[in-house]
């Protein structure tokens, strides 16, 4: 069975620092791709970073992209998030989510990847 759950979520204020970490099962981590997406409330969920666990290709959206770094663990089967210089807008609840079919290798897009499997997700809130 597939299982995606993070950690690592919680209130901090805006300039600070947190660090998710999806631990994954029941797939082969080394081929596949992991994405963080988030959503706010009344938002549209947004694919935030991606990863392609054999080669690291990564992707980040123009909203994160120098403050977050994505990475992963491949002993542990987990990725991380490590969210730095975080605003308000950054309050969202973000869940873990793999492609099993990317071949863990390659170009990564929340766009193009298929993340079928989802964790429950860990809200993240900043404070002003």
């Known amino acids: 069975e597939v299982q995606l759950v993070e950690s690592g979520g919680g209130l901090v204020q805006a300039g600070g620092s947190l660090r998710l970490s999806c631990a994954a099962s029941?797939?082969?981590?080394?081929?596949?791709?992991i994405g963080w997406f988030r959503q706010a409330p009344g938002k549209e969920r947004e694919g935030v970073a991606c990863?392609?666990?054999?080669?690291?290709?990564?992707y980040y959206a123009d909203t994160v992209n120098g403050r977050f770094t994505i990475s992963t663990d491949n002993a542990k089967n987990t990725v991380y998030l490590q969210m730095n210089s975080l605003k308000p807008e950054d309050t969202a609840v973000y869940y873990c989510?793999?492609?099993?079919?990317?071949?863990?290798?390659?170009?990564?897009?929340?766009?193009?990847?298929?993340?079928?499997?989802w964790g429950q997700g860990t809200q993240v809130t900043v404070s002003s």
């Open positions: 990863i392609s666990s054999g080669d690291g290709s990564t």
């Open positions: 989510a793999a492609d099993l079919t990317s071949g863990g290798w390659g170009p990564v897009s929340p766009r193009f990847n298929r993340f079928n499997y």
């Open positions: 029941g797939f082969t981590f080394d081929t596949s791709a």
